[in-house]
């Protein structure tokens, strides 16, 4: 046997290792607003948010990743940059916690309003990006209260 011969071993099995990855790879995941809360403090506001990601493929997925804005009524309110790795078994569902920062002072107020009296109602967006295994799937989901 040639010395050679391991090493092109070792190649295809590298090569199929990564083709049978990329078969199994996840091709979609969905995700909804499950619940919104909001605490802090007056001059420091959080939104507090807690997604629900479901895994339609049959393998295990990893979330890498989220970057979100997020909408109330209509206006911008908080922004969301996530880095927590998070596994979705197979077929499975998952429920991933962020946290918001206000996106701009003319929104720290409306968000003091909410801390100081509650809030009684109000329509709830989420557009942004999730980064799934190495694959980046829009989000867009609503949520009312």
């Not at 011969?5 to 199929?16: E, N, S």
């Not at 078994?89 to 309003?113: C, H, Q, R, W």
């Amino acid at each position: 046997m040639k010395k050679s011969t391991p090493i092109i071993l070792i190649v295809l099995a590298a090569a199929g290792y990564f083709i049978y990855r990329k078969l199994r790879a996840v091709k979609s995941v969905t995700a909804s607003i499950n619940s919104i809360s909001f605490g802090g403090k007056i001059l420091s506001p959080k939104v507090f948010i807690t997604l629900s990601i479901k895994n339609p493929s049959g393998s295990s997925a990893k979330i890498n990743s989220l970057v979100a804005s997020l909408f109330m009524n209509g206006k911008q309110i908080a922004n969301i940059s996530s880095l927590e790795s998070v596994i979705i078994a197979p077929n499975g569902e998952t429920f991933y916690k962020v946290t918001a920062t206000p996106s701009a002072m003319g929104i720290l107020s409306e968000l003091k309003d909410i801390l100081s009296n509650g809030i009684k109602s109000g329509n709830f967006n989420l557009t942004g990006s999730i980064n799934v295994d190495g694959n980046i799937f829009p989000v867009n989901t609503s949520y009312k209260i």
